[in-house]
């Protein structure tokens, strides 16, 4: 599997895992005077334009830090952040081999700007990184 396809398939199933989960956003209950503070609310899928819960870490070491956490990342921002990073990996797959052995970036052929940078690109490599893929030298 190339990195290319490590970084789609580690994005994919990011997505996959978001969509799965009830939709957003979440908010805490701190945000309204009925809600319990430490429990994280999301949209209704069986009660259209309500909230219910989406979990409850009342009772976690963590408690309101973990759910100010967990409502920040909700699923209707993770969807978003993997369609933004598919986007990312799209504008920049390899797109040429240089004799034999190394891949250009397809950005490069896109901004015109002179230069050329070799797969996988500072941008590859950060996005690789927040999936915790580790990019092997020579692999395209
Ligand atoms: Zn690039």
Do not use: F
Not at 15 to 34: C, D, I, K, R
Request: proline share 6%; with cysteine.
């Amino acid at each position: 599997m190339t990195l290319h396809e490590q970084i789609e398939a580690a994005i994919k199933d990011r997505l996959a895992v978001a969509q799965a989960a009830q939709p957003g956003p979440w908010m805490t209950g701190e945000t309204a005077p009925h809600l319990v503070d430490a429990v994280v609310y999301g949209q209704s899928t069986s009660w259209p334009g309500h909230i219910t819960q989406a979990c409850n870490v009342e009772y976690a070491d963590g408690g309101m830090a973990n759910a100010r956490a967990i409502a920040a990342n909700g699923p209707d921002r993770i969807i978003r952040d993997c369609q933004r990073d598919l986007k990312v990996l799209a504008r920049h797959g390899p797109a040429r081999r240089l004799g034999g052995v190394h891949e250009i970036c397809a950005h490069d052929w896109a901004d015109s700007d002179g230069w050329l940078s070799m797969w996988p690109c500072a941008e590859i490599a950060d996005l690789a990184e927040s999936y915790g893929i580790t990019p092997t030298e020579g692999t395209p």
